[in-house]
């Protein structure tokens, strides 16, 4: 059983810069892939990015955030983290860290293990 907890979630103005965590407890964290979704309000849940879990690949999805965020991993404090720069309005949404033993794709049916989600508003 893998325990996923987010932080670092909260209110920046445009332009500005957040950093998430994603803190792991349980199995060993290098035999997961993470990735960050995210749902803004009245939408579905979207992929954003993943990193495998020896941290050497990354794959995006989002061409919304290509160039502005960017996934780690810390394999020896068990973290993921997703490093938010240039954020806009439109990146508001709740941001959900998932573990996979599988791959790092946007579907969602392949990740074991979800986070409770972390709250990024943006303002403009």
């Known amino acids: 059983q893998v325990q996923l907890v987010e932080s670092g979630g909260g209110l920046v103005q445009a332009g500005g810069s957040l950093r998430l965590s994603c803190a792991a407890s349980g199995q060993t964290f290098t035999s997961y892939n993470m990735a960050w979704f995210r749902q803004a309000p009245g939408s579905e849940r979207t992929f954003v990015i993943g990193?495998?879990?020896?941290?050497?690949?990354?794959?995006s999805y989002a061409n919304s955030v290509k160039g502005r965020f960017t996934i780690s991993r810390d394999n020896a404090k068990n973290t993921a983290y997703l490093q938010m720069n240039s954020l806009k309005p439109e990146d508001t949404a709740v941001y959900y860290c998932?573990?996979?033993?599988?791959?790092?794709?946007?579907?969602?049916?392949?990740?074991?293990?979800w986070g409770q989600g972390t709250q990024v508003t943006v303002s403009s």
């Open positions: 998932a573990a996979s033993r599988y791959d790092i794709t946007p579907r969602e049916n392949i990740y074991d293990y």
């Open positions: 990193i495998s879990g020896s941290g050497r690949i990354t794959n």
